[in-house]
């Protein structure tokens, strides 16, 4: 197969190829939304007072970060029909991304919040705040400064399990360069598209978290270039702190 | 198939779920080796070679490194035949780890302080006698508690060589699940296996992070 | 225990009494636009102990930096022992230093560090031993013997087997400077020395400092806010402003008899704080 054929095929391919796309990236902002939400709830649990509001949520979390992404997509898609719930592919798939980054997120997010000095909640307790006003205005616009890093990795992280997705009927964008394999006979063409497209993904989805965090900064006094914006680590990034 | 859970099934399902996990251990021990081996290099050689060659080992090890495990999985799959699927399995998913342990390697070399280079630089130390004796040995004793929470991560992520048809854990439960009627037992079963076994783990590499401070 | 060296044949030849140890010729330093050294111009001959006072920012610890080849300069030769040091020959002309002429030249020069950089994974003996060892090619029991002299002149024989962060500062510092020793300089650097010790262990260092001036001949380049210790140990002081020298002489005149303004006014200021 010579280049031209191949580019022929791909001109052919390419409003699937979007549509996986579409899909790939559907499911990975439907997850991470929704890992956000988790992640936030089981964090703020899991450093809560009361013992047993934080024993249980570091169980939810130790329980989905320990069982293995895989086995919980396939607990999805094979497991709940025999309970009767017969779900869609992508609902099964924003399950178990969600499910599984979100505990990975609950981590940052307890982290960042337990970072927060201990005087900024004095301060607040002092301005007569209650535990959620606290939380609202004065500990989690600082503590969202610090998270965003370290989720931005777990972003591109999810961007990655969603090619998983594949294997349980979704016509994702790993399924779109099987496709277009099989069209052209050519893998290097293939699958060098599909890497370099993947890659374009998560390279605006960490511009976008770039952006969040120059803006979180910014509101907080300390700002960054707009050439560190645009590089392809998140603004500072931490590698140590990343899936533990 | 029932939603009720059969013990007999469950104990028809362990043999071969242990046989599966022998080959996840195999890829993960095997693929860390390699993964930290390599991530090694291209730490050091980031730091050490002119700047053009260690712009482009950087490009590529990001490449790799934001692009799917299992793009790459299958995409090496296809081009190279002659290999079987487990040794492809193993050295796409340590190249892939590699690029993140050289982030890990790469933040244990910066943190070395400014002043041991200059030490050595005054002494007169030779290139790699630095790096082995005086830089190498700060910077690996930081990172160890990282580089352990990334074969952890590894270890979880063999599932993803199922992609190129190794029977590892979890593609044996899929498949006991399929041929006995009972999805329940075998996953509920593998995804227990790693809890387990990656936990306890990651434990004592929260244990090991706080003994090992200078 | 510790003799006063006697010149080898390899020191007669290039310190004679013309040729001076150490000279910079025109050196230019900068970073970024900011000129700290500007087209500097001094000598130092073998032997000498030379104090380099002045306020930060003045350029003292660059031109240590500058020796201990940490920096490259600008423009100007750095000369040590009539050879050029931040330069080689090549044929008639002089080209900037290959790493190769670098490494040789450094094993004439030591430095001591003001947060002392020993090397955290190594013991005291590993530290004083492993240039000597893979530097100098000395086997490791001559390097060991020879670092139990210098342990011994340091008052840290009992600490042989202690790892840096056993010690205080001022005994971190101690090894410091016995390590740099080790290599047998015909130069050694101080970089504020005694700059991040507590107070109370200050005066140890200097002590050590005052044998080595005493018992070789090493020559001494010194940064320091010490005058007394300046006054004791040094036959120059170069007084530095904006990375030029203001005044130089020795120190008694110096101390008590300054004749720029400049140089009146950073005594006065150092002196009050004393």
Redesign the interface.
Known sequence: MDFSSNLEALRNSWPRILDGILVTVELTVASALFAFLLAVAFGLGAGAKNIVLRGSSRIVIEFFRGTSLLVQLFWFFYVMPLFGYKLEPLVCGILALSLNYGAYGAEVVRGAISAVPRPQWEAATALNFGYWQRLRKVIFPQAWAEMIPPLTNLLIQLLKGTALASYILLQDLTFEVEQLRRSTGDTLFAFGVGLILYFVVGYVLTLAMNLLEVRAKSRLGSGHTVREMFGLAPVSEKPEEVRT | MSANWSWERAWEALPVLLEGFKITLLATVLGFVLAAALGLLIAVARRSLPKVVSTAIGAVAQFIRLTPLVVQLLFVYYMLPQFTALQIGIVVLGVHYSTYMAEVYRAGIDAV?V??W??A??????PV?TWR??IL??AV?RVVPALGNYAVSMFKDTPFLFTISVVEMVTAAQQFGASHFSYLESLTLAGLIFLVASYPTSLLIRRLERRLA? | MFEKREPTAETDEEVSAAEPMIRFEKVVKQFGSNVVLDHLDFDVAAGDRVTLIGPSGSGKTTILRLL???EKVNDGVVWVGGEPLSHEHKGRKLVPASEKHL?RM??R???V?Q????????NVMENLT??PV??LGRSKSEAQERARELLSMVGLSDKEKAHP?QLSGGQQQRVAIA??LA?DPDILLLDEVTSALDPELVADVLDVLRRVADTTDITMLIVTHEMNFARDVSNRVLMFDRGRIVEEGSPERIFTDPREERTRKFLDAVLAGE
């Open positions: 302080p002043g041991q200059e030490a630089r005054a002494l007169s130390l030779p006698r004796a005086v040995p700060q004793r200078y | 201990m080849t940490l490494r450094r094993k020069i030591g430095m560090f947060h002392f950089n020993l090397f955290p994974n190594m492993e240039a893979h530097v962060t390590r740099a290599m």
